[in-house]
C-alpha cells in the first residue's frame, strides 16, 4: 500500500515536472492562437500587453488644470503616450457632459483631461514594480476633471481582458474597465451593448459591480433588471485598494469576472453580440451612481500592466473621439478562428512570466491527442520516466 502511494506522489510529482518543462515561453509570433483557463472552448486569436512597471524616464504626476477648457485641451503627459505603440491602440479622451447638465441629468460638469493620465513612480513600502500608471479625477470647484482612454478599434469581437491594479480616494469616484457598443438610437437603452467592471469609491472596499448593460428598464415607471448586474464580494486577501488583477472574460455565452483568478461573478443574460471596443476610465458626474464628490477630493486608478487575448471581426472601421475623420482596423490582428485553425496554442494563464505567453499545444502535440487520445503531448513524459524510475 505504501509503494503505491509513493508510485502515486512520484507519478503526480514527474507529471506537473514534464508539464512545466514543456511549457516554453515564445513570442505571439509564433503562436496560432490563445486559450484561457475556464473560458472552455473559447479560443483567441490575438494577444496584446501593455506594461506600465517599468518607465521610470516617463515618470511625473501632474499638477491639476483648474480650468475645464485648458484641463480638456491639454497635451499627453509624456512620450509614452504619443508613441505609436500606444496611439495605434487607445485614444486619450477630452469629451465632457455638458449636454447631461444642461438637461439636468447630471449635477456636475465632467471633463476628460489627456493631464489626469500619466505615469508614477511606486513609493509603495515593498514596490512590486518601480512604476505604474495613474488615472485620476479631482473636484474642483465648479466641474470634475477626469480621465478616459478607449481603444481606436470597435472591432474587439470576445475577449479576455486583465488589468493589474487598485483604485484608491475620496469617496464619489468610479473606476471601470468595460466593453462598449451604442448603436447609436438615444430612444433605445438597448442599442447600448455593454460588459463592465466598475469600483465606486463610496462602497464598501470588498464590493465591485458587474453588468451587462442596460441594467435598468424605461417602460412603465422604469425599473431595475436584477438579473443584468452582481454586487460581488472580492477574494478576502483582495479588497479594491490592493494591487490585484482584475479580469473580464466576455464570451458567446456569458461575461465572466475574476479577482486574482478566483472568479466572482458570471452573467448569462444580456451578453453583448456585436463588436466592441474596450474603455477604461475614472469619473465622477455627481449623480446618483457615483455620488458626489467632495470639492477638493480625489481619487485613483493605478494600473501596473493592461493584457488582452481577444478575436476581431477584421472590417470594423473605428474612430477617435478626438477626430472622426480616423478610421483604422485593429492593428496585427487576424481573423475569428477556432481550434481547427489552430496549430500552435499559447496561454497567458499558465506562464510564469507576465506578458509572454507560453506554448501548450503545437502540431506535434495535436498529432498524439489523435492517435493515443492522452490530452496534450506533456503527459507522455511523466510515463516514460515512471517507466525506469518506478
Known sequence: MAGLSFQALLFVLLQILGHVACLREVSDQQCDCYVTNDTGKS??????????RALARYAKVTRPITDPHESSEASETSDYFLDTDWTNVWGIQQWNNSDTVESGDVPVLLVNSPNNIYIEKNTDANPSSDTFMTMRTLRFQHYQSTAEFE???????????????????????????????????????????ESDLEIRTMDPKNKVQYTNQPSYSTKGNGFDIPQATRNATTPIQADWTQWSVHRMDWTPKDTTWYIDGQEVASIAFQVPRDPSQVIFNTWSDGGEWSGEMAVGGEAYLQVQWIELVYNSTGNEKTTDKRDDKTARLLPNTRREGDAQSCHNICSIDETQKTGTPVLVQGAASRISDRILGLGVAYVWIPLLLATFLI
Open 151 to 193: 481603444s481606436i478599434s470597435k472591432a474587439y469581437h470576445f475577449l479576455s481582458v486583465r488589468m493589474y491594479a487598485r483604485t484608491i480616494g475620496a469617496p464619489g469616484a468610479v473606476t471601470a474597465m468595460f466593453t462598449y457598443r451604442d448603436d447609436g438610437d438615444s430612444s433605445k437603452l438597448t442599442s447600448v451593448q
Open 43 to 52: 479560443y483567441f486569436t490575438t494577444h496584446s500587453f501593455f506594461d506600465f
